[in-house]
Nanobody
Framework: QVQFVESGGGVVQPGGSLRLSCAAS????????MAWYRQAPGKERELVAG????????KYAESVKGRFTISRDNAKKTLSLQMNSLKPEDTAVYYC????????????????WGQGTQVTVTS
């Protein structure tokens, strides 16, 4: 069973910062591109930032470019998202998963979205 456990969310004022972490298990983390996704109330889940397996390549949604930084530690099987200059529109539940995301059976393993971590940006 593949697991993603997200943490680090919270309530922060506009302009503030948070650092999210994701602990992954049950698969060969170091060989998969990974990403952070978010889902705001009433909206579709969207990709926020992605990183290649080797950490060389990263990509970001236009709305977070220059403010968010994705990183990973393959030895620790962790994915991180440093979020700076937060805005109210960043309010959402944040999830990590492979890129593209997996939910269901792949390669004899069962993938599922984690519970996510809530980020609320409010004054």
């Amino acid at each position: 069973q593949v697991q993603f456990v997200e943490s680090g969310g919270g309530v922060v004022q506009p302009g503030g910062s948070l650092r999210l972490s994701c602990a992954a298990s049950g698969f060969t983390f170091s060989t998969y591109p990974m990403a952070w996704y978010r889902q705001a109330p009433g909206k579709e889940r969207e990709l926020v930032a992605g990183i290649t397996s080797s950490t060389i390549g990263t990509k970001y949604a236009e709305s977070v470019k220059g403010r968010f930084t994705i990183s990973r530690d393959n030895a620790k099987k962790t994915l991180s998202l440093q979020m700076n200059s937060l805005k109210p529109e960043d309010t959402a539940v944040y999830y990590c998963n492979t890129d593209p995301p997996r939910s269901g059976s792949y390669d004899f393993r069962t993938y599922a979205w984690g519970q996510g971590t809530q980020v609320t940006v409010t004054s």
